[in-house]
């Protein structure tokens, strides 16, 4: 006699379709019992014609309340080693001991920047268990070393199918860390050739390789140089130049002979804050190639006289005019050494037409320049 059990208008007169599910728990005499019977009475009011179907009857050893455990697994790295394979370990926990029966799920990885083959060894596991009491197990992928130079590469291993359990995290993030040590030249990392010139990810001598889709661009915004109506010319963006350092934009508008310093919001905008004049150079001609480092701004530009040597300009981050130098005929193509303390520039020395002593040819050639780097500019 279970109290607990006892639903008063169980049906409703002239309808078939109510449900009254009950749920109740046995008395302790019936754990462990070799046999249960089940008995079910109804009562109906005076009068009443009433009929009630039973079914779906389940008798469980666990509580109807009883919460599931929550299943995680946790993301993993290893150092990828030179040779052979090394196991990438992960764990799969439980937030609280599996229930009877245990709990189990299938696992599968997935390319990121690794890819299957070449990278790691593709796993796909079924029926994977952790057992009644327990609250973790590990699965271990094999990473397969090798001596290429390049960056940490990443791949995933997703949980599936569970049983026994809810799912908190279902995905975990696997990191092969580079061991190998890139060459050298003057400083600078040489690294070794992509791995899809290497014959992977598809590739071949007439087959590109698949793209993988590892690296994503999101454009966040544009911006459109300004038009000077003191001008006839039509503004343009030949040359941009990012400053880090001012989170700023230098963008060479040749047309109408002008920097244009655009600053770039952590949101992606993009806000044209100053410019630097340039026609009132020293000996200006036309304005061939812009850069930066650090906040100083160098500008490469011709000679009024096309057979004459050009300059370059260096500027504070605000467009300040510093100092400027003389460089070859036709300066362009400039660009900062990495620690920032030199320039080289391209001379052009295209041809120039007009009257001159002797013929004019074009031969292109590089030359570096010192820079004593004003102190104002950090």
Known sequence: NLPAAFVTDATTSGSATQVTPVSVTLPADADGAPGLQVRILTANAAGNDEWIGIDDIAVSSQSAALTQPALSIADAQVIEGQTGTTDLTFTVSLSAPAPAGGVTFDL?????????????????LTGQTIAAGATST???????????????????LRVTNVVGATVADGAAVGTIVNDDAATVINGVAVFDPAASLQGFQGATATTPPSPTGALQLVRLGS???TNDPATSATANAEVVAYDRTTGSLYIQNTNENRIEIVAIGADGAMTKSGEIRLAGL?????????????????VAYANAA????????????????LKSVTVGVGPDQIVFTSDGTKLLVAYEGEQFTGPCRRPVTSRPWFRGTSLDRPATTG
């Open 282 to 298: 020293d000996q200006y001609g036309s304005v061939n190639s812009v850069a930066v480092s650090n906040g100083l701004i160098a």
């Open 108 to 124: 599968a990885t997935a390319d990121g920047s690794a890819q299957a083959g070449s990278d790691y060894v593709a796993t796909a």
């Open 138 to 156: 590990t699965i271990t992928v094999p990473v397969i070393g090798d001596r290429l130079f390049e960056a940490g590469e990443t791949f995933a």
């Open 223 to 225: 911006y459109a140089t």
């Open 306 to 321: 096309g057979d004459q040597p050009g300059r370059v300009a260096l500027f504070d981050g605000a467009g300040t005019l």
